[in-house]
């Protein structure tokens, strides 16, 4: 099942960690749900990694590229 969640695309990338442990649909809440595995306290920025993919991956998919990516090749 596929489905567009327009302000997923708005949590900020940090490479190799994310602060989520799964982002699911709720048919309950009939809502779209974001939950950690720790406890996220005010203030703190809630961060999502979008995978170990090259620059031009981040690109054409998220519209950013990350200075230094260790993940970009030649």
Known sequence: CFA???M??????EAG???????EFSS???AFL??????VGAGREVTI???AVD???LLQYYGFALPNNPDDFV
């Open 4 to 6: 567009m969640v327009p």
């Open 8 to 13: 997923a695309d708005m949590l900020n990338h």
């Open 17 to 23: 960690v994310s602060s989520l442990d799964d982002f």
């Open 28 to 30: 309950d809440a009939d």
């Open 34 to 39: 974001l939950k950690s595995r720790d406890d």
């Open 49 to 51: 990694s979008y995978g």
């Open 55 to 57: 620059n031009r991956h």
